[in-house]
């Protein structure tokens, strides 16, 4: 909107501010080529309806993987793109935890959004601001933001939308215990990376002063990481590196009161990696004198202990410095609220088909650690699939008749050929066996037979992990659909309609895993790809160090987080709590 085009939006507003109350209805001004409404009786929010012309309006909730990604590869000619976030940047998570020791800058990782679009044409705007309710009825988004839009100050907003785009993320999991918001940090923005850089440098400062016994020292540097997956563990090997390649040069004195303890509810930690990272992990961890409890339950935390229970051991209380919480994901109360409105009560996430569409609405999509794919069930459809195949309606199924819509039953169904690699199966014809198991002599199936060779194979249905690459590639899919959405609705490029005639718009979207890694410190990185391929070393972190530059949304972010790399490397790490 033009400078000319806002102050006469503050005008008209001054307008009906001076308005007597008798006459503050709804006023309507036009305003360049869209329209903005103030609803002045009630709650006085300010409604944004400014679309551009006959182009549908995508509006996304959140700035993390999943919205990114959507918006780096949406086509903004094709449609009025609005965004809307209490954080106009995007974060390279993964690099979090390096972060809050100095190896990396905040600025080094973080991507301003309007950055993502500046050189692509079409229309975009964005929202400083945090959406507190989706209305799906209709269609309307409800946000607050705290930098004062409207002239009471209060900053709430109405944006309209067609197509709602939900990627908000999701906020740490405390599992209720008490204590733990009040006194531990979590790690999943870039403030909390910067906080524990204060923290841990203020636990160093505070052990260094001439008045402490060395028990109270002890307590100042015991440093707590309260869960060990991925993050938790490559934030205290991160730590470990830092103590001791940089902070024990400059704190002599009290390095040797240093403690970092890892505690692990379950009896293993990374326990999404193959087993044998997770054992290496746990023996490097034990050469490095970093202190694992695993079988660990916490079930409270103060300002001066944390108390955690073990079978052997009952319950235990353990004073701290400073403790770090990263078990999990929780719901944010948005979803919450909106998965209530939806009929999803009782859920985690939000619910979405395989194209990403929320049960239970029309027209809003959710990806991300907010959403989860609820995989339709094989044994669901499996009499709509007979009929499908039993094109002459025979009432029996012959091979060839499966075999000509076998590629779409794999594609709509992915556990069936999930279930056929897992079992060493050659193809469909494996599943046809009879109860004698003699599959050669079997030509035709009726229903039931149909039924028995399906059984087992929903037991390959998985949920995706709430990880970066996972958001990551939705976005990019669902903006991919966006973006051939009218020539899909003439030539459909999905798989046939089980349930309905014709085939959809769209293949349903598939999670493709790339590999994963696990920085372990002492400059080694544990590295897993599809299959049973692995590999820990020093030259894999090496290519950890390539792998996460190249993923970089940016040329400037990718040079500066090579460069802090670099700097580490010749001047050690930043210790300065700035």
């Known amino acids: 909107m033009a400078s000319g085009g806002l102050s006469l939006v503050r005008r008209a507003a001054e307008a009906v501010r001076r308005t007597p109350p008798w006459k503050k209805g709804l006023v309507v001004f036009a305003v360049g080529a869209g329209t903005l409404t103030y609803a002045c009786q009630d709650n006085q929010v300010l409604q944004v309806c400014d679309g551009t012309g006959n182009k549908k309006k995508v509006v996304i909730l959140g700035t993390g993987w999943a919205g990114a990604s959507f918006l780096r590869n949406i086509d903004t000619s094709l449609y009025d793109v609005n965004v809307v976030s209490p954080r106009n940047y995007f974060t390279f998570t993964p690099l979090l935890p390096s972060v809050t020791c100095g190896t990396v800058e905040a600025r080094s ?7 993502i679009v500046r050189k692509r044409n079409g229309a975009f705007r964005f929202w400083e601001a945090e959406c507190f309710k989706i209305d799906p009825t209709n269609k309307k988004v409800h946000c607050r933001s705290d930098v004062g839009t409207n002239i009471d100050g209060n900053g709430e907003f109405v944006v309209d939308y067609d197509y709602l785009i939900v990627s908000v993320g999701a906020r740490p999991n405390t599992f209720n215990t008490p204590g733990v918001t009040e006194n531990c940090h979590f790690l999943k923005e870039v403030e909390d990376a910067q906080n524990i850089r204060k923290s841990v ?5 505070r052990a260094s002063l001439p008045n402490l016994s060395e028990e109270e020292r002890k307590k100042n540097l015991h440093f707590v990481v309260i869960g060990g997956g991925p993050t938790g563990v490559e934030f205290a090997a991160e730590l470990h590196d830092f103590v001791k390649e940089d902070l024990a040069k400059l704190y002599p004195d009290v390095k040797k009161y240093v403690n970092i303890s890892v505690i692990e509810a379950g009896g293993h930690i990374l326990t999404m990696f193959d087993k044998r990272i997770s054992q290496f992990a746990e023996e490097k961890f ?8 695993t079988n660990f339950k916490v079930v409270k935390v103060d300002d001066k202990d944390i108390t ?3 079978p052997a051991t009952g319950e235990i209380a353990v004073p701290y410095g400073m403790a770090v919480w990263s078990t999990g994901i929780g719901t944010r109360p948005i979803i919450m609220d909106f998965m209530k409105e939806v009929g999803q009560e009782n859920r985690r996430a939000l619910a979405t088909d395989e194209w990403l569409r929320v049960q239970g609405c029309k027209d809003v999509y959710a990806l991300g650690d907010c959403a989860t794919i609820a995989q339709r069930k094989v044994m669901e459809d499996v009499a709509a699939i007979f009929r499908v195949a039993d094109k002459d309606n025979s009432g029996t199924l012959t091979v060839k008749k499966i075999k000509d819509v076998l590629g779409d039953i794999c594609e ?3 556990q069936v050929e999930l279930y056929l690699k897992s079992n060493q ?3 469909f014809h494996d599943l046809l066996k009879d109860s004698d198991g003699n599959s050669k002599e079997l030509k035709e199936l009726n229903i039931e037979q149909f039924k028995k060779a399906l059984a087992q194979v929903d037991s390959q249905v998985k949920m995706l992990p709430a990880t970066a690459q996972v958001a990551a590639q939705e976005g990019s899919y669902l903006a991919t659909c966006f973006n051939k959405m009218k020539i899909c609705e003439e030539y459909p490029e999905g798989p046939l309609r089980i349930r309905g005639a014709g085939r959809h718009r769209f293949k349903p979207f598939r999670y493709r895993h790339l590999g994963q890694f696990a920085p372990l410190g002492g400059e080694q990185t544990a590295y897993q790809l599809p299959g049973d391929w692995v590999h820990v070393g020093h030259s894999t972190q090496w290519l950890w160090y390539s792998a996460y530059a190249s993923m970089q949304f940016s040329w400037r972010t990718r040079m500066l987080v090579v460069s802090d790399w ?8 930043d210790s300065s709590s700035l």
């Open 201 to 205: 440098l203020k636990c160093f400062e």
């Open 412 to 414: 709509r169904y992915p």
């Open 566 to 573: 670099g700097r580490r490397f010749i001047f050690g790490r």
């Open 425 to 427: 199966m050659k193809g």
């Open 286 to 293: 034990k050469r490095d004198g970093i202190d694992l409890k």
């Open 109 to 115: 990782i973080v991507e301003p959004v309007r950055n």
């Open 308 to 310: 955690m229970t073990n």
